[in-house]
């Protein structure tokens, strides 16, 4: 963590202590707005900072949602803009997407982009070779997002809520600054949290240091009225204490991401594929959250007993209350 710093931010361990606080905040607030999606209260130029990136999971059952989450990681690292894919996780994105196929505001053809324009990639190798680099920047949010915004009939109708993610590098630690244009602090606060921290994971990985702070500025946090009655339910639920997920193992997981993309692919096609892929206790742990999610998506004869089959493949005790 930087240290002898004035402008102090928010600190919290977790992603339930975080959203906790700014759900509370937002049922308070008497800052209204009205947008296309809907109206709802906000709050602008929050700023707030995780100590332990890894805690990254919510442990509600209002907003434990891992398999979602897991979803837009895969979507993000495929380099994907298809719709039929996340569609697989989160039916709602059909709503956002132009033509039927594909979503113009994906973010993995923008960080992971094909060749030179693998910006997750560039970013690695700059790290690499200067470490104190501020220049480790990857841009979300491009200026062509907003060509057709004055044309009601051909403006987009998903554009990225991210602008920046920023890596820092500093005593060792891989520290990331997350800049969001604005933020749905009930649906995509916590599949931001987790999907951002897991790509800081991976990086520090690949550049063989240790995990910082992860810092997420937004210039509107917002509460649409129509999660308001969901977002009081979530306030009152007794949230079990810190859990973070397990350390990612050390070898650089770049070199695994094809084979994880695959393995993805085949289980979204039909969860009783047989892998021939081998991974360590903590990608095969993933691998099975995946296969019950599809497992529950299809629902083919026998699905609850091999569901109950996968259960006893998880190592440890990070996973198991999300399967049922």
Known sequence: ?????????????????????????????????????????????????????????????????????????????????????????????????????????????????????????????????????????????????????????RR???????????????????????????????????HDIFVFTMLQEMLARTLGVEIGFYQHIVNHLHLYDDHRDQAKDYLNEDVQSILPMPWMPKEDPLSLIPALIAAEAAIRADPRCVLQSEFAPYWSDIICLLRVHSENHYKHDGYKTRIAQIKTQIHGSTYKPYVS
């Open 156 to 190: 987009y109708k998903d554009v990225p809520c991210t602008c920046t993610l920023q890596a820092i590098l500093r005593r060792g630690q891989l520290n990331l600054i997350v800049h969001m244009r604005s933020n749905d602090a009930y649906l995509g606060l916590p």
């Open 1 to 153: 963590m930087l240290q002898n710093n004035p402008f102090a931010v928010a600190e919290y361990q977790c992603a339930d202590d975080l959203m906790q606080t700014v759900i509370k905040l937002l049922l308070q607030s008497e800052d209204k707005f009205d947008a296309s999606k809907g109206g709802g209260s906000e709050l602008l130029g929050v700023n707030f900072r995780l100590t332990q990136p890894r805690a990254r999971l919510s442990r509600s059952e209002m907003r434990g949602k891992v398999f979602s989450a897991l979803g837009e990681l895969f979507w993000c690292l495929a380099g994907s803009n298809r719709l039929d894919f996340i569609s697989h996780y989160i039916p709602k994105y059909s709503e956002y997407s132009n033509d039927g196929r594909t979503i113009h505001g994906a973010y993995g053809p923008r960080i992971f982009g094909k060749e030179d324009s693998d910006q997750f990639k560039n970013v690695a190798n700059l790290l690499k070779v200067n470490p104190d680099s501020r220049r480790a920047t990857i841009q979300v949010f491009s200026a062509s997002d907003l060509r057709y915004a004055g044309d009601p009939q």
